[in-house]
């Protein structure tokens, strides 16, 4: 609780419900292992809305002579896996994780899981700060590394796989959730009418991306 309570001290929050930012930081082994309620995956749920709203708008306003498909690059690349768990990284996140029996190794945490609780966090400001609050700790955080172009190596297999096709003439990419499951979410890639390849992780962007990365790596060997 103290850790918590300090985490908040930072940002000059002054919490009104207290055990949303509990819940943001209890994973969902608590609740088969615990007589606990809630985890953190609703707010995450939330908290992945509330980041992409930000960074979009503060792109937007930024950037105004950026077209859409810039800006949807640049999007990407902040709100990306990787990105989200530097961030939670940055703000200490992973030592707050309230764990079940059923997790032993407790010091060897995710990335998925990582970059979850600085989407559940997120979603907790959210609904007990709101929207301002939120932006405060996403300009220091992920914004802040994107302006000092810390987030350049992490690449948007995406957005490179689409150029790389282009450069054969047209040609229609498509995306297919196969699964979406949590943790466990498939995505097929087809271009035109071929299947390409299967991507496997733990949100849809991660399976689209891991997909796209293994045609675009395939595509660059030949």
């Given at each position: 609780?103290?850790?918590?309570?300090?985490?908040?001290?930072?940002?000059?929050?002054?919490?009104?419900?207290?055990?949303?930012?509990?819940?943001?930081?209890?994973?969902?082994?608590?609740?088969?292992?615990?007589?606990i309620q809630s985890n953190y995956e609703k707010l995450e749920f939330l908290g992945?809305?509330?980041i992409e709203l930000i960074v979009s708008e503060h792109l937007l306003k930024k950037?105004?002579?950026?077209?859409?498909?810039?800006?949807?690059?640049?999007?990407?690349?902040?709100?990306?896996?990787?990105?989200?768990?530097?961030?939670?990284?940055?703000?200490?996140?992973?030592?707050?994780?309230?764990?079940?029996?059923?997790?032993?190794?407790?010091?060897?945490?995710?990335?998925?899981?990582?970059?979850?609780?600085?989407?559940?966090?997120?979603?907790?400001?959210?609904?007990?700060?709101?929207?301002?609050?939120?932006?405060?700790?996403?300009?220091?955080?992920?914004?802040?590394?994107?302006?000092?172009?810390?987030?350049?190596?992490?690449?948007?297999?995406?957005?490179?796989?689409?150029?790389?096709?282009?450069?054969?003439?047209?040609?229609?990419?498509?995306?297919?959730?196969?699964?979406?499951?949590?943790?466990?979410?498939?995505?097929?890639?087809?271009?035109?009418?071929?299947?390409?390849?299967?991507?496997?992780?733990?949100?849809?962007?991660?399976?689209?991306?891991?997909?796209?990365?293994?045609?675009?790596?395939?595509?660059?060997?030949?």
């Amino acid at each position: 609780m103290y850790q918590i309570q300090q985490l908040l001290k930072q940002f000059d929050i002054t919490p009104k419900n207290f055990a949303l930012y509990q819940q943001a930081f209890t994973h969902a082994s608590c609740t088969h292992n615990h007589k606990i309620q809630s985890n953190y995956e609703k707010l995450e749920f939330l908290g992945d809305a509330v980041i992409e709203l930000i960074v979009s708008e503060h792109l937007l306003k930024k950037y105004l002579d950026m077209n859409e498909g810039d800006l949807s690059k640049q999007r990407i690349m902040m709100v990306q896996s990787k990105t989200l768990a530097k961030a939670s990284k940055i703000l200490r996140l992973p030592e707050l994780i309230k764990f079940g029996d059923s997790i032993r190794d407790k010091n060897n945490i995710s990335e998925n899981i990582i970059e979850d609780v600085f989407e559940s966090f997120i979603g907790a400001v959210y609904l007990d700060q709101g929207l301002k609050k939120c932006q405060t700790i996403l300009k220091r955080t992920i914004i802040h590394l994107y302006e000092i172009h810390s987030l350049n190596d992490m690449a948007d297999f995406k957005t490179m796989l689409q150029e790389q096709i282009q450069k054969t003439g047209k040609h229609h990419i498509f995306y297919k959730t196969t699964n979406k499951e949590l943790g466990n979410t498939r995505v097929e890639l087809w271009i035109d009418n071929i299947k390409m390849g299967i991507g496997i992780g733990n949100k849809i962007k991660d399976a689209q991306m891991q997909v796209a990365k293994i045609v675009y790596q395939r595509m660059r060997k030949k």
